[in-house]
Every structure is written in C-alpha cells, then in structure tokens.
C-alpha cells in the first residue's frame, strides 16, 4: 500500500501570498489530520477532517483553512502569509480517527517564507 | 489541561541502551504513543500503550507507563547509529473525539560509535 503524499515537498512564498498544500492519505482512511512543525513551538495540531467535514480544530487563526474531498484527499490553506509561517507541515491520515486508530504521517510539506 | 514534556538531548554509546522519558498532564484515560523523526522525513510510529497497561514490549523497544505520576519511557536496547533520530512522546486523551495528538517537545538522540 502506498503512504501519505503530500505535494509539493518544498515551497518558497513571500509575506502577502497564500498556499495550498495537498494530502493524499493512505487508500481506505477517511481520517486527515494537519500538524504543523516549528523549531520554536514544535509539533501542533492545525485541524481534523473525517468525511469531508471538520471534526477538530486546534488554535491556529482563521488564516488557517482546510477541506477535504470525497476520496478523502485534503488540501490546507494558508492566507496572507506570514514570516512565522515557516514550517513543516505535516498530514497524518488513519482510518477512522478513533482510539487506538494509528495516524500514519506523510513526510511533510517544507514552507518557506521570505 | 493538555501538556506533554519530554527531555531535549541524550547521548549513547552504541550497544547500551537508551531510556527517553516522558510526562503528561492529561488525568483520564488516554493512549499514550512515541514515534520517530529522522532528518528530513516525517514521523514514524514506534509504538504505542493504553493507560490501562504497565508495560508493552516489541523487539528492541520496551515502553513502561507509571499512571501514578503519569510518567512514560521508552527504553531502546542495544541501541544502533541508525536508531539516532528525534523521539516524540504523543498523548490521545480519552474525551478527545478524532485525529488530535498532543506532542512532546521531542528528544534527540545521539548514538555513538
């Protein structure tokens, strides 16, 4: 079974831009979660998406926006991008979202921002 | 509220074992994972225990939970250069319905010939 891709690896943006990130989860989970990586604030929840409606969301401003897709492929969105937006993203995807459900992550998207 | 903390550094010599600790703050019933971060890459999951467990053993790896003082370690035997990586320790409580973990700050470990 293939893992968790997530496109594009690597992005460079400027203040002002948006991005959108893609995930597409592991072939049968209908679970899609965002995280994103900082070396300041580590490892933090963005949101959760289950049948394509939100089931979770973490403390992050409304700049912050996802969606997912009837296949269950996700994509965030990130508006007027901000300097501390640099990060790794990273999407975990499982089958249900449930307890002891294993999130498999993907290897994570680098944004840059200049 | 929700708080995971772990250690930032340990150093091994290659063939002794490693032990990375972790506390959380969560009081109710949780499940407790780690996994592994190399450069570059994203997370891998180790392993990972119920609250309602003392201990989970898989190969080189040894997890023992103290819900007690809500402490958790995992413990690596004969530990490799290739095991050197950053270590997570991510709790799941009980209440919470979904994909949310809350992660520790990550230990790195460094293994040396």
């Known amino acids: 079974k293939a893992g968790v891709t997530q496109t594009p690896r690597y992005l460079i943006k400027t203040r002002g831009q948006q991005v959108t990130l893609s995930c597409s989860p592991i072939?049968?989970?209908?679970?899609v979660s965002w995280y994103q990586q900082t070396p300041g604030q580590g490892l933090q929840f963005l949101f959760e998406?289950?049948?394509?409606?939100?089931?979770n969301k973490g403390n992050f401003p409304g700049r912050f926006s996802g969606r997912q897709f009837s296949n269950s492929r996700s994509e965030m969105n990130v508006s007027t991008l901000e300097l501390g937006d640099s990060a790794l993203y990273l999407c975990?995807?499982?089958?249900?979202?449930?307890?002891?459900?294993?999130?498999?992550f993907g290897p994570g998207t680098r944004l840059t921002v200049l | 509220g929700e708080d995971v903390e772990q250690s930032l550094f340990l150093s091994v010599r290659e063939g002794d074992s490693s032990v990375i600790n972790c506390t959380y703050t969560?009081?109710?019933?949780?499940?407790l994972y780690w996994y592994k971060q190399e450069p570059g890459a994203g997370l891998q999951l180790l392993t990972y225990?119920?609250?309602?467990?003392d201990m989970k053993q898989d190969q080189r790896l040894t997890v023992l939970l103290n819900k007690k003082d809500k402490h958790l370690s995992l413990r690596i035997a004969d530990t490799q250069t290739g095991d050197s990586a950053i270590y997570f320790c991510a709790e799941r409580a009980l209440y919470n319905q979904g994909g949310k973990l809350i992660f520790g700050q990550g230990t790195e470990l460094s293994v040396k010939p």
């Open positions: 969560d009081s109710s019933s949780t499940y």
């Open positions: 072939s049968g989970h209908r679970s």
């Open positions: 975990a995807s499982s089958l249900e979202g449930l307890r002891p459900d294993t999130q498999y």
């Open positions: 998406y289950f049948s394509e409606t939100q089931r």
């Open positions: 225990i119920f609250s309602n467990m």
